[in-house]
């Protein structure tokens, strides 16, 4: 009788905590922010005939049976226009663009401010007749002109996200306490 008791309790225990573990996962779910479509599809490595729709593989019948296609040429295009000129949100959501490219393109021109400031150093350390010839000077006002621009762009970027977030009723349900945070910081 009490083994019969322990093995109900030990049922039941289960089911209460399979019950409690899926509403915990739902509630979780419902509060990540949500995801539009164009964010996540079309996936870049698929083959064109299925990138021209935005599908998958998954589609295809009997997919696990077949070799996973990979499209590494078209995988390497889409990434360049997407990281170089947002393509998607050009595509998509143009008025953000206006002031998501220039945030994005000023922190492009700061990390190459950076790149040619540690040149600069480098040069001065590893051949200093280089940098005192002149290299120096160009390498100077090179990463001076870059930074200052790149700066005063993601600046301006920054503050219009920053507006658009707060005012744009359609970006509220995706707009975090998170995001509002790193615009303020830039």
Do not use: C
């Not at 905590?17 to 949500?34: D, T």
């Not at 009997?62 to 040429?73: R, Y």
């Not at 590893?126 to 001076?144: C, K, N």
């Amino acid at each position: 009788m009490a083994s019969t008791i322990v093995i109900y309790v030990i049922l039941y225990a289960g089911v209460l905590a399979f019950i409690i573990a899926s509403v915990v996962r739902a509630v979780r779910y419902a509060s990540l922010p949500l995801h539009m479509r164009w964010e996540l599809y079309p996936v870049p490595h698929e083959d064109k005939e299925r990138l021209a729709h935005g599908g998958s593989y998954f589609e295809t019948k009997d997919w696990w049976t077949k070799p996973i296609p990979f499209n590494l040429a078209g995988e390497l295009k889409w990434m360049l226009a997407e990281i170089l000129f947002l393509k998607g949100l050009w595509e998509f959501k143009r008025k953000t663009w206006y002031r998501s490219y220039p945030f994005h393109l000023g922190l492009y021109m700061l990390i190459g401010a950076t790149v040619l400031l540690f040149m600069n150093a480098l040069l001065w350390i590893l051949v200093p007749i280089a940098w005192a010839g002149g290299t120096g000077t160009v390498l100077h006002y090179a990463y001076t002109i870059i930074g200052l621009v790149g700066a005063g762009l993601a600046l301006v970027g920054a503050v219009g996200l920053l507006i658009e977030r707060l005012t744009d009723e359609d970006l509220k349900p995706y707009t975090t306490a998170g995001d509002i945070f790193n615009l303020a910081f830039f």
